[in-house]
């Protein structure tokens, strides 16, 4: 654990700033208790009071740090990993019984309709009734008649679907939710088995901390089936950066036996240059997921916040910006959840000037602020190590609490500290009892 990792957090400096505030206190003290009574042993006094203040702060220090073994969030990211056997991506019976829009049909919705629905990006039954009506009123021909019409035709064909379920009924549901694997042994069991799906996890860090690589690593293991019961499926890859590159995957597909020509065949590309073909690339994801049903396994968009930083500039355009990205996020929310889709955004980094001022080790933070931020379910922080090492950092996740780690140099460092003080304090205490 390094330092850079602990430091930053406010509990510990809190910590430190009292340590030197009674420090402070007692130093300041020593001239009135010695002016009473100048002798040395009311400085060895005042000074073993300051000794005894610093031992006890520094032993709470100590047990607010320990953490056991099982509780470790950062690991270093593998480089290898055991070779799987490549299989082909058939269709699959588990997932759930999704109505199509096009039933709407038999409830008394023409067809054309239908039509402008599918073109907005409604490709189920389901998917009408999750989105806000005012959205369906946007689209053209659409009155507020016949928006409360097509809700009603779809609330009767789910008819007995109940917003609420009991808690069992909802375990059971999720029971068909699967993991795909990062490649990585490490990274995987910080994530308790690998990236979840009907969930957004979003991977931040620097330039060059492995983000894209690790995207593309997944488009190769989201195609092989592991012992956990995932059947492998096809890849949705949106690329913002143009950091994409189809001779890396060659190197990939080696490494998990499976044949190249094979795995760029199930693997759908699209480029976007600005946020709003981004916007409008989610429709075609729909449709594609609509005639892929139960075969795409994994959305990847590599960055999420490129295209925002491009378009929106300044203060003046952020609340703007905020709310372009809040609507494609929900977009992808929704889409994650209806088709039981696992989503990886990867995010850009900003650096924070008021960071400084707080005392923070590390003043760079992750772009999309509180709308990203609640928006994902999952966040890793990757940066880098020595030579060819990255480390990945949990930074959220439902699996766990995050926990902080003290390292042995870190204790020694606020030994070397308390130390240092102590004997400042001695000769400051000296000096003026000499005078």
């Known amino acids: 654990m390094h330092l850079d990792d602990v430091y930053g957090y406010t509990w510990i400096r809190l910590v430190w700033l009292c340590l030197w505030r009674c420090l402070l206190l007692d130093t300041m003290d020593f001239p009135r208790k010695i002016g009473k009574d100048s002798n040395s042993h009311t400085a060895l006094d ?16 100590c047990l607010l740090t320990i953490r056991t073994e099982k509780e470790q969030n950062t690991n270093r990211m593998a480089t290898a990993g055991p070779a799987l056997t490549a299989v082909e991506v ?28 599918k073109g907005a990006g409604f490709h189920t039954i389901k998917s009408v009734l999750l989105i806000h009506p005012k959205k369906l009123k946007e689209l053209k021909g659409f009155s507020e008649a016949k928006v409360e019409k097509v809700l009603e035709a779809a609330k009767k064909l789910t008819v007995g679907d109940s917003a609420f379920v009991t808690a069992a009924s909802y375990l059971e549901a999720r029971l068909t939710m699967f993991r795909i694997s990062t490649g990585s042994k490490d990274l995987d069991g910080i994530l308790g088995g690998g990236m979840e799906s009907r969930q957004i996890t979003e991977l931040h860090g620097e330039y060059r901390t492995g983000k894209s690589q690790l995207c593309m690593t997944m488009c ?4 092989v089936p592991t012992e956990a019961g995932y059947g492998g499926g096809k890849v949705i890859y949106i690329d913002t950066e143009g950091a994409f590159s189809p001779e890396r995957l060659e190197g ?22 600005n946020s709003e073909q981004l916007m409008n690339t ?20 590599d960055s999420i916040m490129a295209t925002y930083r491009a ?28 088709w039981n889709l696992a989503v990886v955004l ?54 766990f609490f995050t926990n902080v780690a003290l390292s042995v140099f870190g204790v020694w460092l606020a030994c070397l500290f308390v130390s240092v003080c102590r004997t400042r304090c001695r000769v400051y205490t000296e000096r003026r009892w000499s005078s």
């Open 46 to 61: 005042a000074t073993t009071h300051v000794e005894v203040r610093c031992a006890q702060l520094l032993f709470i220090l």
């Open 90 to 117: 058939e269709q699959t019976d588990e997932e759930q019984d999704l109505e199509l829009i096009e039933k709407l049909q038999s409830a008394g919705i023409g067809m054309s309709d239908i039509n402008k629905l």
């Open 220 to 223: 190769i293991s989201a195609q």
């Open 252 to 273: 990939i597909a080696d490494r998990f036996n499976v044949d190249f020509q094979a795995a760029l065949n199930n693997i759908f590309f699209c480029r976007v240059y």
């Open 282 to 301: 989610m429709s075609d994801v729909g449709a594609i997921l609509a005639q892929e049903a139960g075969i795409v396994r994994l959305l990847i968009i």
């Open 311 to 338: 378009d929106f500039t300044g203060r003046g355009e952020l609340a703007d910006r905020q709310q372009q990205l809040n609507q494609v996020l929900a977009a992808i929310k929704r889409l994650a959840e209806e």
């Open 346 to 399: 990867t995010n850009q980094m900003c650096s924070d000037p008021g960071a400084t001022m707080s005392f923070v080790s590390d003043p760079k933070k992750p772009v999309g602020g509180h709308i990203l931020a609640h928006a994902v379910q999952t966040r890793l922080y990757l940066r880098k190590g020595s030579g060819e090492q990255r480390f990945a950092k949990a930074i959220r996740s439902p699996r």
